[in-house]
């Protein structure tokens, strides 16, 4: 069983920061690839970041990319809890949103946590 809780959440103004954690429980968690996922007031959830396993590997949308990194605890002795992050750097009012983290391609979710920026 694995668990997803998210944090990091809140406002901040337009150019600012955030960084966000998914901690996670469970131990076949490490081994999952992690994604981040956002969704605005009337629109749907959309692709944000995603990681590799291991770490090596990871993806951005177009609209995140050069402000944006995921990034995850190194695989150790203790994998039940592998946290992963979003830092978000230089934000923007469209950035506006509830931030998810994902497990396994969408096999787990966390209940998401609120961003919102201000111009």
């Known amino acids: 069983q694995v668990q997803l809780v998210e944090s990091g959440g809140g406002l901040v103004q337009a150019g600012g920061s955030l960084r966000l954690s998914c901690a996670a429980s469970g131990r076949t968690f490490s081994s999952y690839p992690m994604g981040w996922f956002r969704q605005a007031p009337g629109k749907e959830r959309e692709f944000v970041a995603s990681?590799?396993?291991?770490?090596?590997?990871?993806?951005?949308?177009?609209?995140v990319k050069g402000r944006f990194t995921i990034s995850r605890d190194p695989i150790s002795s203790d994998n039940a809890k592998r946290t992963a992050y979003l830092q978000m750097n230089n934000m923007k009012p469209e950035d506006t949103a509830i931030y998810y983290c994902?497990?396994?391609?969408?096999?787990?979710w966390g209940q998401g946590t609120q961003v919102t920026v201000s111009s």
């Open positions: 990681i590799s396993g291991s770490g090596g590997n990871t993806g951005y949308a177009d609209s």
């Open positions: 994902s497990a396994n391609y969408g096999s787990y």
